[in-house]
């Protein structure tokens, strides 16, 4: 491939990021991509196999940035409520960056072949058990009240996931202060309170 020939590969998967949340995957065909890029058709073939190659890499790209910012935090040695209120501003920090990525993410997964839906979920399951060891560990020591860590965590994920599709950058709260108030609203049902007489 030789330098400045058009589409660079990041080209190609901005356009598909941009069309595949616009029209939906299915929706969306090697011709439009081949336009957005212009260049012809027949060309893309330089770059990609099929347009699954394109959500497959948009899709992992999507789990890796999500996994590399709250995977340090799930290990670090902080209270388990500061390890969720982090984890859940690192979630949202990424979502509010790369919101397209993660709406496909969320609404294609369903698009991709049998073995590399699989290997989605593999890194989906990886990433939903960080919340839930956070929320184990809280449990463990006392810190949160007893509650089912799966059912918890995929309470704090759904709100998190959802936030990408009605987020606004230029709007009056940004991704931090939901976050603060996600976690608030999270840590209030969690956290272990004294009973009344010290009991």
């Given at each position: 491939?030789?330098?400045?020939?058009?589409?660079?590969?990041?080209?190609?998967?901005?356009?598909a990021?941009?069309?595949?949340?616009?029209?939906?995957y299915?929706?969306?065909s090697?011709?439009?991509?081949?336009?957005?890029?212009?260049?012809?058709?027949?060309?893309?073939?330089?770059?990609i196999?099929?347009?699954?190659?394109?959500?497959?890499?948009i899709?992992?790209?999507?789990?890796?940035?999500?996994?590399?910012?709250?995977?340090?935090?799930a290990a670090?040695?902080?209270?388990a409520?500061?390890?969720?209120?982090?984890?859940?501003?690192?979630?949202?920090?990424?979502?509010?960056?790369?919101?397209?990525?993660?709406?496909?993410?969320?609404?294609?997964?369903?698009?991709?072949?049998?073995?590399?839906?699989?290997?989605?979920?593999?890194?989906?399951?990886?990433?939903?058990?960080?919340?839930?060891?956070?929320?184990?560990?809280g449990?463990?020591?006392?810190?949160?009240?007893?509650?089912?860590?799966?059912?918890?965590?995929?309470?704090?994920?759904?709100?998190?996931?959802?936030?990408t599709?009605?987020?606004?950058?230029?709007?009056?709260?940004?991704?931090?202060?939901?976050?603060r108030?996600?976690?608030?609203?999270?840590?209030?049902?969690?956290?272990?309170r004294?009973?009344?007489?010290?009991?």
């Open positions: 491939m030789q330098a400045g020939v058009r589409p660079k590969h990041e080209e190609l998967l901005a356009a990021v941009r069309l595949f949340r616009q029209k939906g299915h929706d969306t090697m011709q439009d991509l081949a336009e957005a890029v212009g260049i012809q058709r027949g060309s893309l073939y330089h770059y196999e099929a347009k699954e190659d394109l959500l497959h890499e899709m992992e790209r999507a789990m890796r940035r999500l996994l590399d910012a709250v995977e340090p935090v670090s040695t902080a209270p409520s500061e390890k969720l209120r982090r984890a859940v501003e690192a979630h949202l920090a990424v979502a509010a960056s790369y919101r397209d990525e993660l709406v496909v993410l969320h609404v294609e997964l369903k698009s991709l072949s049998a073995a590399r839906r699989q290997r989605m979920l593999a890194l989906r399951d990886r990433y939903e058990g960080l919340f839930r060891r956070i929320v184990q560990e449990v463990r020591t006392g810190e949160f009240r007893e509650v089912d860590p799966k059912t918890v965590g995929l309470a704090v994920l759904g709100v998190c996931n959802w936030f599709t009605w987020f606004r950058p230029d709007g009056p709260l940004s991704h931090a202060d939901f976050a108030a996600f976690a608030d609203l999270f840590l209030d049902g969690l956290v272990r004294p009973q009344p007489g010290g009991g």
